[in-house]
Nanobody, 122 residues
Framework: VQLQASGGGLVQAGGSLRLSCAASGGTFSRYGMGWFRQAPGKEREFVAAIVWRGPYTAYADSVKGRFTISRDNTRNTVYLQMNNLNPEDTAVYYC????????????????WGQGTLVTVSS
């Protein structure tokens, strides 16, 4: 499975961005999907996850209420809508696919995209 993340950019604090992650080469609808991020000098951290079908989603406490993960299995794409961004959200954002139930542990994921940079200015 190949994952291509896009949608990053520069935004002012309080603004919004929507990230997309397009999958190819596999049966997308059977993968759990997740978003992670890595800020400069920090460890990669979990952001959000969504199961392959159904309403179950999970979020890191730091983004809960501001970010929304969703997926469109007809387009083989997972999205991350990010609202009310703040400078602490600045990071490279990665999407990932899991054969099993997606969660906050990066080891649960089998495939990773290349990342897209989000920069939030104050």
């Amino acid at each position: 499975v190949q994952l291509q993340a896009s949608g990053g950019g520069l935004v002012q604090a309080g603004g919004s961005l929507r990230l997309s992650c397009a999958a190819s080469g596999g049966t997308f609808s059977r993968y759990g999907m997740g978003w992670f991020r890595q800020a400069p000098g920090k460890e990669r951290e979990f952001v959000a996850a969504i199961v392959w079908r159904g309403p179950y989603t999970a979020y890191a406490d730091s983004v809960k209420g501001r970010f929304t993960i969703s997926r469109d299995n007809t387009r083989n794409t997972v999205y991350l809508q990010m609202n009310n961004l703040n400078p602490e959200d600045t990071a490279v954002y990665y999407c990932a696919a899991s054969h099993t139930v997606p969660g906050p542990d990066a080891k649960q994921y089998d495939y990773w995209g290349q990342g897209t940079l989000v920069t939030v200015s104050s």
